[in-house]
């Protein structure tokens, strides 16, 4: 470990202000140390060095944050909807302006190479663009009752504080796509980001304010005791929303926690989405698609195709052409402008690959590339492929979250659709194939809330993100979808 590492912004104009993204918790408008004087580092991936100190957020430091977002509620509830779209305009403006600032931000916290970062960074933005766009189209229901007794009037209101917690993988993005419709809703927030990527939340909280978030509507908080400071917000009856992103574990505990107060949950949890190549796909573009799917992020998202299913008469063509580009890839610190596959964000997730990899080779699995950590500094993994590897391995029932491509082969639709429905996740799926009635067959068969035919992408803030069974409960972005977990609708028999 180094000491606390700063950039010039002589040597490059984007360079971010770590300082400035570190000065302390945002609560109602304002930084301010933690009650407990505590910090928590900040590490580098590509590096091991320390990058900034952020505060470690206490019990009471959450309770500033409820009565800041209670403070600011009626407000901003109050504020005309064209108003805050203009707000939430502005922060995509700006997002767009300071793009390049950002994305390095995010790979320099996080690792990824500045290529998925600034990617990272238009979608992020997309959902400030997007949600001003819904806030002023928000509409209820009228209508007669059945029986011609009454008229039912239906409104729809903001649910109350929401509590909003996220994990590194898209520092930026994951934060935005609950941020951005919250507030185009009418509600006030607190944001726990992660304790790896804090910097990218708070650079964005001043960013927010400058754009015109009045004080109180967004908070920011860090802590390393996220358990204690979700139970005390979470009791606290001006909070109505619980918003999470991270894994299925996780979310599980939250879920017993909200259930103490019957809170709204929004859940987006792990994956293990599966990957379809038939016989009669176009071998370069499911090579293409499968490259996006498995190495945006360096395979650390949650749509990341963890297992790859190719039939028979195109498997050893599909096994060679993938090698042949993952061996390929220029692994690289993140910041380093032809990386393409960054480190991953700490040393136990390279071990955890690690473990999956050694466990299936040790069931017959077949390495065809990479395979092992290199020693020396940073928190890297080469990207990997293993061919046949077997039903039972580790790594076709967990996330492997690192770039490692687990192939197997199949013979017949229904065999392969049913193997990829055998997991407890459902978030994404991928299928290629040239014969659209089959692609079409095989989608609606697929358990999973996102399906990419012929594509290797599905993220999009205008289409419903989300999992079934146990990737998580409710969507977010989509054309009312995202905005509606933060409303309540409100009933009115009316006679006149
Ligand atoms: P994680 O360990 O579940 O952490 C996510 C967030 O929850 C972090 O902010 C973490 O804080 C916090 N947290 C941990 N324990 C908590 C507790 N007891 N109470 C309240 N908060 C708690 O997940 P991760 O490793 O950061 O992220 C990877 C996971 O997220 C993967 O499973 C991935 O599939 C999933 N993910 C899902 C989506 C989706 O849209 N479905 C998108 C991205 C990622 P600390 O950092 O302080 O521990």
Same mark, same amino acid.
């Given at each position: 470990?180094?000491?606390?590492?700063?950039?010039?912004p002589?040597?490059?104009?984007?360079?971010?202000?770590?300082?400035?993204a570190?000065?302390?918790?945002?609560?109602?408008?304002?930084?301010?140390?933690?009650?407990?004087?505590?910090?928590?580092?900040?590490?580098?991936?590509?590096t091991?060095?320390?990058?900034?100190?952020?505060? #470690? =957020?206490?019990? %009471?430091? $959450?309770? *500033? &944050?409820?009565?800041?977002?209670?403070? !600011?509620? @009626?407000?901003? /509830?109050?504020t005309?909807?064209?108003?805050?779209?203009?707000?939430?305009?502005?922060?995509?403006e700006?997002?767009?302006?300071?793009?390049?600032?950002?994305?390095?931000?995010?790979?320099?916290?996080?690792?990824k190479a500045?290529? #998925? =970062?600034?990617? %990272?960074? $238009?979608? *992020? &933005?997309?959902?400030?663009?997007?949600? !001003?766009? @819904?806030?002023? /189209?928000?509409?209820?229901?009228?209508?007669?009752?059945?029986?011609?007794?009454?008229?039912?009037?239906?409104?729809?209101?903001?649910?109350?504080?929401c509590?909003?917690?996220?994990?590194?993988?898209?520092?930026?993005?994951?934060?935005?796509?609950?941020?951005?419709? $919250?507030? *185009? &809703?009418?509600?006030?927030?607190?944001?726990?980001?992660?304790?790896?990527?804090?910097?990218?939340?708070?650079?964005?909280?001043?960013?927010?304010?400058?754009?015109?978030?009045?004080?109180?509507?967004?908070?920011?908080?860090?802590?390393?005791?996220?358990?204690?400071?979700?139970?005390?917000?979470?009791a606290?009856?001006?909070?109505?929303?619980?918003?999470?992103?991270?894994?299925?574990?996780?979310g599980?505990?939250?879920?017993?926690?909200?259930?103490?107060h019957?809170i709204?949950?929004s859940m987006?949890?792990?994956?293990?989405a599966?990957?379809?190549?038939?016989?009669?796909?176009?071998?370069?573009?499911?090579?293409?698609?499968?490259m996006?799917?498995?190495?945006?992020?360096?395979?650390?998202a949650?749509?990341?195709?963890?297992r790859?299913?190719?039939?028979?008469?195109?498997?050893?063509?599909f096994?060679?052409?993938?090698?042949?580009?993952?061996?390929?890839?220029?692994?690289?610190?993140?910041?380093?402008?032809?990386?393409?596959?960054?480190?991953?964000?700490?040393?136990?997730?390279?071990?955890?690959?690690?473990?999956?990899?050694?466990?299936?080779?040790?069931r017959?699995?077949?390495?065809?590339?990479?395979g092992?950590?290199?020693?020396?500094?940073?928190?890297?993994?080469?990207?990997?492929?293993?061919?046949?590897?077997?039903?039972?391995?580790?790594?076709?029932?967990?996330?492997?979250?690192?770039?490692v491509?687990?192939?197997?082969?199949?013979?017949t639709?229904?065999?392969?659709?049913?193997?990829?429905?055998?997991?407890?996740y459902?978030?994404?799926?991928y299928?290629?194939?040239?014969?659209?009635?089959?692609?079409?067959?095989?989608?609606s068969?697929?358990?999973?809330?996102?399906?990419?035919?012929?594509?290797?992408?599905?993220?999009?803030?205008?289409a419903?993100?989300?999992?079934?069974?146990?990737?998580?409960?409710?969507?977010?972005?989509?054309?009312?979808?995202?905005?509606?977990?933060?409303?309540?609708?409100?009933?009115?028999?009316?006679?006149?």
């Open positions: 470990m180094t000491a606390i590492q700063q950039t010039s002589s040597q490059n104009r984007n360079a971010p202000d770590l300082r400035a570190s000065r302390g918790l945002y609560i109602d408008g304002a930084w301010r140390p933690s009650a407990s004087g505590r910090m928590i580092k900040v590490t580098d991936p590509s091991e060095a320390v990058l900034a100190l952020v505060p #470690d =957020a206490t019990i %009471e430091d $959450a309770a *500033a &944050a409820v009565e800041a977002a209670g403070k !600011a509620a @009626e407000g901003w /509830r109050n005309a909807p064209r108003k805050r779209s203009e707000i939430l305009r502005r922060c995509f700006l997002m767009v302006e300071r793009s390049e600032m950002l994305a390095q931000l995010i790979s320099l916290e996080n690792g500045l290529r #998925d =970062a600034r990617g %990272e960074v $238009a979608y *992020a &933005a997309e959902f400030f663009r997007w949600n !001003a766009e @819904e806030a002023v /189209r928000i509409t209820g229901e009228f209508g007669m009752a059945p029986a011609g007794t009454n008229r039912i009037i239906v409104d729809y209101q903001p649910i109350g504080i509590f909003l917690i996220t994990p590194w993988n898209f520092p930026a993005a994951m934060a935005t796509r609950k941020i951005a419709p $919250a507030l *185009a &809703a009418g509600c006030t927030v607190i944001l726990k980001p992660a304790s790896e990527t804090p910097l990218t939340a708070y650079a964005l909280a001043a960013l927010y304010a400058e754009a015109g978030v009045p004080p109180g509507v967004v908070n920011v908080l860090t802590t390393t005791s996220p358990g204690p400071l979700t139970a005390a917000i979470l606290d009856s001006r909070v109505r929303k619980l918003s999470f992103t991270g894994s299925t574990g996780v599980r505990a939250l879920l017993a926690e909200a259930s103490k019957v709204s949950c987006e949890l792990g994956g293990n599966p990957f379809l190549v038939f016989d009669d796909a176009d071998l370069d573009v499911a090579l293409d698609g499968a996006v799917a498995k190495m945006r992020n360096a395979g650390e949650c749509t990341a195709a963890n790859i299913y190719v039939q028979s008469g195109i498997y050893d063509a096994v060679e052409g993938l090698s042949r580009r993952m061996a390929a890839l220029r692994v690289g610190t993140g910041v380093e402008e032809a990386t393409e596959c960054g480190p991953m964000i700490t040393r136990k997730a390279v071990d955890k690959i690690d473990r999956l990899v050694k466990d299936a080779t040790a017959g699995a077949r390495l065809i590339c990479g092992a950590a290199p020693a020396g500094q940073g928190f890297f993994y080469p990207p990997t492929v293993l061919a046949d590897v077997p039903a039972e391995a580790e790594m076709a029932h967990e996330e492997i979250f690192g770039p491509a687990p192939l197997s082969r199949f013979e639709e229904s065999e392969v659709i049913a193997r990829a429905n055998d997991t407890e459902g978030l994404a799926a299928i290629f194939t040239r014969d659209l009635a089959r692609g079409m067959r095989v989608a068969r697929i358990e999973a809330g996102m399906i990419a035919l012929n594509r290797g992408l599905v993220s999009d803030p205008a419903p993100f989300g999992g079934v069974k146990q990737s998580g409960l409710g969507r977010e972005g989509g054309q009312h979808h995202g905005i509606a977990e933060f409303m309540e609708a409100k009933y009115i028999a009316a006679n006149f």
